[in-house]
């Protein structure tokens, strides 16, 4: 064997296992999430088995770099098997020989990944961990190395067609200097062969071809797991128990019939091992003509216990319906509230791709998978409970279903899906309902409402207090004029936590300047669309809301915030005034008085000091205090009639978030 394969097959095994490892190593948590995901939903998994899913996921942690090893030797051993077999039909020197042994080995590791992800039963926890641990890393880097593999093919063209060229060319031999031609030695002579006039046969070839290329592919032939285990019952110590473990993974009923009776139980008229097995693989394939086979007797399940349980751990109504009297009664009651909405829309969705489907054309087997399919989602939502019926009714409408759907995704918090269902199925009870552009753009509406950067109380503090350059510079309007110097410290620490109160108010001002567009928009379509209808006005009510939609948001954009433009107005005109630092002044004393009184909880304390000093402006004034602030509490808050006036709202916000930064660690 050259030396060059062996580097060279060598070389492709390390590039693989390479891969491999990093496919291991940066999907593990992905691959481990979807195996648990996928593990929820097999029965058996969550009750038999002595190996639960979290454990089978430390075992694979723990010794992928076995499996790595492992898989990355294997792929290098059967190149150099592969390439013996060549050189035995010899085949070794056609000059694709390595390129076919190559995308022999690694596509037969790709092709081993693809039976396991998409055609292997999933029954059991553990062909479900080989399937997301195992296979799923292996997919990944047998794509890879063939892509790696016919790069190096590529350029190995690419080197003999340069080679080629500046190879110089073959002249005829030149005589020597008696005319004859050059001697040649005996030596050279031995190295001389003489090539067989003959070429081989191309049927010959492709015959050689094929039969290697089945000798590879015999490897990943169908249902690997569970041939595998069959084969390992032979020699078990318990092969009732294997074989039990066997029917459950490949979901194959006939697979019970190897279950023997135990030594300690010959006979028994019973067979509790092999009836369990049918209950199992009943409740895991969710089939309930398999507990037709359960003989039941002493000790063991009856076909009504196998019933009922497939129809509980599947949420199945149709085992309920096998089952009389009493015991269907029982298990509908139980089977009803098991029946989720997200259930009947599954299949909904699955009714609604094979009908696209079958639009391209008629196909027998499409139109029984239909039948079967709409027969089951029939029974669900008749065996449904009245609360989940509702809320399937509710998501099943196309606005509904696309607000569901994108909170699933993450693109709307669970209040905005909320608002967006509610008003949606409000106006669908006056007759209309949401479109496609009204629901985009209440969507965008609720999500600023309900966005956490609109929450004037998480604004960044170190923001708050950071001056901009023109306001350290000072501009026109002076409208800070209280940060001038010659202030006390203590006046400079009021004047701070004033200044608060003046961005988060500012703050404020913008958000409730949007949000009073919006909410003018969506009250005026609540409260109108009704009325039109009852109007019996000569259009459709997509159109009125459609209208109403134009309308309101057309006056609503002229509307501004006058309640909140006089608060800020006023605490920038006269933030520096006597009564608004009296004001600070006085809640920071009643925080220090309340601190000790509430053990140091600040939102205690905070809560206390405004109660009092609603009650009290002056309650935490020491001794007579000229600065007479009690009016900005006192007063009504800003109207538009009040010279001096605070948003009573914003200020307790303010006052509490100012001391906490002041106050660091309390």
Known sequence: MKQ????????????????????????????????????????????????????????????????????????????????????????????????????????????????????EKRYAAASLAIIYLVAQPLYGAAIATLVFIGLMFVLSLIFRFWKKRKQPPISPTTPNASGGTPAISKEKKADVKIAPDKKQPAGNLAAKLSVLLALTLMSSGCGLIGPAEDLSCVASSDPGHCYQNEAVTEGNAAACDKVTLPKDMKGSLSNPPKDKCYLMVADNTDDPKTCDNIKGGFFSYSPEECLQQTAISNADPAACQQLTGDNKTKCLE???????????????????????????????????????????????????????????????????KQAVDEFNKGGIDSATKDKLVALNEKLKASGTALTQDQYNTLRDYYKFINDPANNI???????????????????????LKFWKGGDTPEQQQQDEQLRFYQKMLERQTEIDKNQ????????????????????????????????LFTEEANKAANVTSAVLSEALDTVKDEAQAAEFRGLVKAYDNGMQEELA??????????????????????????????????????????????????????????????YNYQHPGI
Not at 32 to 57: E, K, N
Not at 459 to 478: C, R
Not at 518 to 543: A, L, M, P, R
Request: glycine share 6%.
């Open 516 to 547: 009073s567009v919006w909410d003018k928009v969506v009250q005026g379509v609540k409260d109108k669309v009704e009325e039109k209808v009852k109007d019996k006005i000569n259009e459709s009510t997509e159109q009125i809301a459609a209208t």
């Open 4 to 119: 060059r394969n062996f580097l060279k097959y060598f070389l492709t095994a390390l590039v693989f296992g390479l891969l491999l490892a990093f496919n291991y190593y940066t999907d593990q948590s992905v691959n481990a999430h979807q195996f648990l995901v996928a593990a929820h939903h097999v029965p058996a998994i969550r009750s038999y088995g002595s190996s639960g899913p979290h454990d089978l996921i430390k075992f694979f942690n723990s010794y992928w770099p076995l499996i790595v090893g492992g898989l990355t030797l294997l792929g290098w051993l059967v190149s150099l098997i592969l390439l013996g077999i060549l050189k035995l039909v010899r085949l070794s020197k056609f000059w694709l020989a390595n390129l076919i042994v190559l995308l022999l080995v690694y596509g037969a590791f790709m092709a081993l990944a693809v039976e396991l992800i998409y055609h």
């Open 334 to 400: 139980q089977v009803a509230p098991l029946i989720t909405p997200d259930k009947v829309l599954q299949l909904d969705g699955q009714i609604q791709d094979l009908q696209n489907q079958l639009k391209n054309g008629s196909d027998p087997d499409l139109e029984q998978q239909l039948k079967d399919l709409q027969a089951k989602r029939d029974g669900l939502i008749a065996a449904m409970s009245k609360d989940n019926k509702d809320q399937y009714n509710v998501q099943s409408d196309p606005i509904n």
């Open 457 to 479: 109380e998480t604004m960044d503090d170190s923001k708050i207090v950071k001056e901009s350059l023109s306001e350290k510079v000072g501009d026109l309007t002076n409208k």
């Open 597 to 658: 009184n509430h053990k140091g909880n600040v939102d205690e304390a905070h809560a206390a000091v405004v109660a009092k000093m609603t009650q009290d402006p002056y309650a935490y004034a020491q001794g007579n205090s000229f600065a007479k602030y009690g009016n900005l509490v006192e007063n009504p808050a800003c109207d538009g009639s009040n010279p001096h006036c605070i948003n009573k709202d914003v200020f307790w916000k303010a006052m509490k978030k100012s």
